[in-house]
Nanobody
């Protein structure tokens, strides 16, 4: 009964900014590792960033210095602030949660939100 709902995607000009949000329910959010992935047309889904509950945030080299991941455990929400956007950032962005179950860590995914960077 886990649900992750993304919002904040849209069309933006190169060099612009967007802030994605993902609200999570059905898991112990404060104990889960939260992250973002993206998938461009014709390409494999790729890692963007993640923020575990007890270690520091991590980023893919392609977005480091431009994107910032954060989480608010009181709101069960993870954010992705995207600055200095480039056309190659165009993709569907997916929220990801890794949480423990009786069978071990399990991945959960949101429905995705479209980000388009174009002039």
């Amino acid at each position: 009964q886990v649900q992750l709902v993304e919002s904040g995607g849209g069309l933006v000009q190169p060099g612009g900014s967007l802030r994605l949000s993902c609200k999570c329910s059905g898991i112990a959010f404060s104990l889960a590792t939260m992250g973002w992935f993206r998938q461009a047309p014709g390409e494999q889904r790729e890692y963007v960033a993640h923020i575990p509950f007890r270690t520091s945030a991590n980023y893919a080299d392609s977005v480091k210095g431009r994107f910032t991941i954060s989480r608010d455990n009181t709101k069960n929400t993870v954010y992705l602030q995207m600055d200095s956007l480039k056309p190659e950032d165009t993709a569907v962005y997916y929220c990801n949660a890794v949480a423990s179950t009786g069978l071990g860590p399990t991945n959960y995914w949101g429905q995705g939100t479209q980000v388009t960077v174009s002039s």
